[in-house]
């Protein structure tokens, strides 16, 4: 049985694909959270963080013979696990990188290596800035701008917890924008109007988190965009469903 880490968009097509080719599936997910597309009928599933040891643990008993990670190319925390706990165990990992939307023919864009430097870099522009990073590194905005009397807004999932994380960093009523995407050009381009955004903080989180769209809304209205870079995975992945799978059998060559 494979493990496959993660709930984003890739996960779905990812266990179609393997069981497709004979491999029973378990997909582990951190929240309830259903991920996109159907969920197959044969793909088994289990939901609830997991530390290195929790998943070396799950590994064992369910007798895990490799981990696929496709976890968001920004949990880093969760794919650091996972390799440990392949390490531990002696199975294999491999990782699915959703490729990068971000090239050079996007103009505006400006790079931060982490939060705290995209939260100075965003309020330094004097301008109302438009949070689209969800909830969990919400606070060194919140105090920046705070600091700089710079209007912020911050686009969310339309949940519970995420306006629960909103509260916590410090965000009021006004300055939250509850929604679930997909977004197109016309919806983030009216976004940024409405609230007189001047720079948008993104995620490079691919075409599959919307980026593009994003980055063509903020060009159209004259919107600078500020992105944090992704942090490595503890082992390269590939950059395709296809590329993934026959890595995979390459590994077991008799499924």
């Known amino acids: 049985m494979i493990l496959l880490i993660g709930g984003t968009t890739e996960a779905v097509p990812i266990a179609r694909a393997l069981l497709k080719v004979g491999f029973n599936v378990l997909l582990s997910t951190a929240t ?11 793909l088994l599933r289990r939901t609830g963080m997991l530390n290195a040891e929790g998943l070396a643990e799950l590994i064992c008993t369910r007798g895990i013979c490799a981990v696929v990670d496709a976890t968001h190319p920004y949990a880093a925390a969760t794919s650091v696990n996972a390799w440990h706990a392949c390490r531990q ?23 931060a290596e982490n939060h705290a430097e995209a939260a100075a870099l965003a309020c330094s522009f004097r301008h109302p800035v438009l949070l689209t990073i969800g909830v969990r590194n919400l606070s060194p905005y919140v105090s920046a701008a705070r600091q700089q009397g710079i209007p912020l807004v911050a686009r969310v999932l339309n949940h519970p917890s995420s306006l629960a994380e909103c509260r916590r960093a410090g965000l009021t009523t006004e300055e939250i924008v509850c929604a679930n995407g997909p977004f197109s050009v016309t919806e983030n381009a009216s976004l940024i109007m409405r609230h007189h955004i001047g720079v948008l903080v993104t995620k490079d989180s691919g075409d599959a988190g919307g980026v593009r769209t994003k980055i063509i809304a903020a060009q159209t209205s004259k919107c600078r965009v500020v992105v944090i870079r992704r942090p490595a995975r503890p082992q390269a992945g590939y950059p395709s469903i296809a590329a993934l799978l026959k890595a995979i059998q390459t590994i077991f060559p008799g499924c």
């Open 32 to 42: 309830e959270m259903p991920p996109r597309g159907r969920l197959p009928a044969r």
């Open 89 to 111: 165990t002696g199975i294999p990992y491999v990782a699915f990188d959703r490729p990068s939307t971000i090239g050079a023919s996007f103009d505006g864009i400006f790079r």
